[in-house]
Each structure stands twice: as structure tokens, then as C-alpha cells.
């Protein structure tokens, strides 16, 4: 992971994926905003693109704690960006597919409230869950890791995903 500028003046974080050309374990990555940690409720955003495109793979960047677990957005790099609802007293999960280009640009946005999960993908409602809505407190993981289907990641192959920005707003911005 590297932040720094982009070629246009922007701010860029970075997260660059790998795996060594022995075919030893895919290098990901996996953030935690620490200021949003433990959280209930809220709206989380954030402005991506893939940068450097491999098959091998994917983010689920998840909502997860005590069981339950909200994923937007979640898919292979080289499939389509997708989101689910996993509800917290288990049962059938919530599919929502979005888009199916991850490597242009895109806005994308959970918004969790009292008995409903929406997902957004450039401001337009891709998904709507009210079954078992998480009432707890949360963390959100921008997780990053090798693709669970399709092929696996080469040796001596790479991917990345740049972020441009991400914000979290407490339950109640409205």
C-alpha cells in the first residue's frame, strides 16, 4: 500500500497486489479506517479504479462483526463489482450486482440505517436488504485478497487498485 500524488495532481492511495514468481502466497492487503471502527449505522464511500488488471484477483470490502457481514464492493478484478448482505441470524445472502467494469472509475457507497443496507454504485441504488439488518456495532475492512473463483493469481504476476478518496459519515448526515 503507498500514498502519494497522482500524475494529475491528486491524491492516490495505492494498493498493489502480488505474487512472487516462485508461486509462493498472494501479497494483499487489508485496511481498517480506525476512526470508524466499532461503528453502528452510517454512510461509507469511497472514489476506485483498478489500475493494473490480472486475473487472480478481487476486494470485499466488508462490514463485519458478531456474525454479520455487509460486502460492497466485492468481485474479481476481472468479473463484475458486486455487492452482498450476509444477514446476522444467517439464512439465504443478498446478491446485488453493480457494474461490470472495475477498471474505470467509480463512486461507491453503503448506506446502512436501522433496518436497511443500500448499495450504490455511482450514486445509482445497485442493491436494498431489510432481512436481519446488523444493530451492532461494526468495522469496515477494505479487504483485498486473491480471487476465491476463477483462476488463481500467476507467479510473478501483479494487480492494483487505486483510491482517490474515502469518507464515513456517522448515522444521521442527512
Known amino acids: 500500500m503507498s500514498v502519494g500524488p497522482a500524475a494529475n495532481g491528486d491524491g492516490r492511495m495505492s494498493i498493489r497486489m502480488w505474487r512472487p514468481a516462485d508461486g509462493g502466497p498472494v501479497h494483499a492487503a487489508a485496511l481498517v479506517p480506525r476512526a470508524v471502527m466499532q461503528m453502528?449505522?452510517?454512510?461509507?464511500?469511497?472514489?476506485?479504479?483498478?489500475?493494473?488488471?490480472?486475473?487472480g484477483y478481487k476486494s470485499a470490502w466488508l462490514h463485519y462483526g458478531g456474525g454479520c457481514e455487509m460486502d460492497h464492493p466485492e468481485g474479481e478484478w476481472t468479473g463484475s463489482l458486486s455487492s452482498f448482505h450476509h444477514p446476522?441470524?444467517?439464512?439465504?445472502?443478498?446478491?446485488?450486482?453493480?457494474?461490470?467494469?472495475?477498471?474505470?472509475?467509480?463512486?461507491?457507497s453503503t448506506e446502512w440505517t436501522p433496518g436497511h443496507v443500500r448499495f450504490f454504485?455511482?450514486?445509482?441504488?445497485?442493491?436494498h436488504d431489510t432481512r436481519d439488518v446488523p444493530d451492532r456495532p461494526l468495522?469496515?475492512?477494505?479487504?483485498?485478497?486473491?480471487?476465491l473463483e476463477g483462476p488463481g493469481a500467476a507467479p510473478g504476476s501483479s494487480a492494483q487498485l487505486d483510491i482517490t478518496w474515502v469518507a464515513a459519515y456517522a448515522y444521521g448526515w442527512k
Open 40 to 55: 453502528t449505522y452510517g454512510k461509507y464511500s469511497a472514489r476506485i479504479k483498478v489500475t493494473e488488471l490480472a486475473p
Open 139 to 147: 468495522s469496515w475492512v477494505l479487504q483485498n485478497e486473491s480471487a
Open 121 to 127: 454504485v455511482d450514486g445509482r441504488q445497485t442493491g
Open 88 to 108: 446476522c441470524g444467517g439464512g439465504e445472502q443478498g446478491y446485488f450486482p453493480g457494474s461490470d467494469d472495475w477498471t474505470r472509475w467509480h463512486t461507491v
